[in-house]
T-cell receptor, first 114, second 114 residues
């Protein structure tokens, strides 16, 4: 079973370019999350979704957009890449979003903006 | 709002030695506590969590953590580490009420030397 998959694994962008980070889960989880991990820092929540068609902002949403058209997919879009968006991006999912639940993480996408 | 502080960014130890990774948190409300582990080139995975009951929780691979409410700590320990424990360890908290929004510490990189 694949769990949470992310593509691409690594990408270099020029300032001002756009791209979409893909995330797919095969566990039929309702909740999905996007985090960024900067060097020496903990993960910070960018956006999350409680189900298809419903998304909400996390702690650091500026410069990003998301959509959730299906239960399985939760893409993250960068419209105008900036050097400050250089980071490792993790997608995660959980069944019902309850505070006690375990989140399941993908392997991450490393993004470098030059 | 919650915050999590991991007091050591890096911890080098010799194989078969004991280790303690420290985690302190701040919150005005009750929280659940988690330790996640990130092995090289992988996403995060749950190591253990404290929800209620006994303040000592254990993982399947020999780690344990103790919830200390008075000191607002959730330190992670293992009496004898192995090379395979080399990873980055993240402490996280989530408010008990409402949907889960994990707040992560900065991470501790555990390096096991032979």
């Amino acid at each position: 079973n694949a769990g949470v998959t992310q593509t691409p694994k690594f990408r270099i962008l020029k300032i001002g370019q756009s791209m979409t980070l893909q995330c797919t889960q095969d566990m039929n989880h309702n909740y999905m999350y996007w985090y960024r991990q900067d060097p020496g820092m903990g993960l910070k929540l960018i956006y999350y979704s409680v189900g298809a068609g419903i998304t909400d902002k996390g702690e650091v949403p500026n410069g990003y957009n998301v959509s959730r058209s299906t239960t399985e997919d939760f893409p993250l879009r960068l419209e105008l890449a900036a050097p400050s968006q250089t980071s490792v991006y993790f997608c995660a999912s959980s069944q019902s979003g309850q505070a006690r639940e375990t989140q399941y993480f993908g392997p991450g996408t490393r993004l470098l903006v030059l | 709002a919650q915050s999590v502080t991991q007091l050591d960014s890096q911890v080098p130890v010799f194989e078969e030695a004991p280790v303690e990774l420290r985690c302190n948190y701040s919150s005005s409300v009750s929280v659940y506590l988690f330790w996640y582990v990130q092995y090289p080139n992988q996403g995060l995975q749950l190591l253990l969590k404290y929800l209620s009951g006994s303040t000592l929780v254990e993982s399947i691979n020999g780690f344990e953590a103790e919830f200390n409410k008075s000191q607002t700590s959730f330190h992670l320990r293992k009496p004898s580490v192995h090379i395979s424990d080399t990873a980055e360890y993240f402490c996280a908290v989530s408010e008990i009420q409402g949907a889960q929004k994990l707040v992560f510490g900065q991470g501790t990189r555990l390096t096991i030397n032979p």
